[in-house]
């Protein structure tokens, strides 16, 4: 988890990310105490209002997990309601559930792609077969299993659910879910009977959806790590449906304390965010108030406080 540079010294309370205005988040206790709940194997969902800091919260336990623990796999997805818009090609499998082989494909590209060194340290726990032609043996690296459906849309779903298989018994993996709620949502794609499709029917939904469910006789337990953020920006996501499952464990992002609001107020001014000094520490109080501590609005007031 790199920490971020500012007139050549280290901003120490602060970590890189795209996410963030002038590209740094802010380390909060809270955040810790997500990441304690997390390493002990709990499914979590972070929810909170519309620019609480949900998905930055998100991304700074991911890079926590990252730079604790290089050798795991991470499927960090950050923006699950993507993969339901009605934007993709998808298609019903012979088993009656659906499938979205481009989607998914790309997917596994994307867990190819941020977890080189992983995937070739950690092997298959069993040997698959994906047609005729295409075997990946027992004890092989399981970047040979992801490279199979990421070079393949027509097995990218069957990979990915074999994938999925091997994370659970990898007591250091972590799935991260941005937009998690819109695995319990209606989708925008139909049936062949002009039906709304729910995120369940298609098997990429259900597998993802599965890691926040207890141990079933039909489901294994995870051995590795979940975390979720909600969405509150789209009226179609349910925001009740997580809080329903007994072992799953919600933390609501809090809002800025003072001394958080100054510090961030002074991160944005010296990453030129916000004017230089527009914002002192007898503003700040006024800051909170108007913003009511929200980290999208602490930074629309510093951005033109007149305007509020």
Known sequence: MASLKIGGETAVHFV??????????LKRAFVNTVVDAVNAHKPV????PIGAGKSCTLE??????????????????????EYFDGRHPYKRAANGSWHLPTATSALLSDVLAANK???????????????????????????????????????ASDVCEALFEELRKMPNSLIAIDHVNALFSQT?????ESKPLLA????????????FFPPSSSRKPFAGHVVGATSRTNPRFPGKQLESFANVQKFTVPVYSKSEAQQVVDFYAAQGVI???SQGQTEVD????????NAKRVLEVAQNPKAF
């Open 275 to 277: 004017l230089a000094g």
């Open 188 to 192: 925008r794609y139909f049936s062949t």
């Open 286 to 293: 006024r800051l909170l108030v108007v913003s009511g501590g």
């Open 200 to 211: 369940r029917d298609f098997s990429l939904g259900y597998s993802l959806r599965s890691f």
């Open 16 to 25: 890189q990310s795209q996410l963030a205005p002038g590209g740094g988040i």
């Open 60 to 81: 700074h336990i991911v890079s926590a997990h990252r730079s604790e623990s290089p050798e795991s796999v991470i499927v960090y997805i950050k923006d699950a309601s």
């Open 117 to 155: 060194s992983s995937l070739q340290s950690s092997v298959t726990s069993t040997s698959f077969s994906f047609g005729p032609s295409t075997k990946v043996d027992a004890s092989a690296p399981l970047e040979a299993l992801v490279k199979v459906g990421a070079g393949s849309a027509e097995r």
């Open 45 to 48: 969902v972070i929810d909170g």
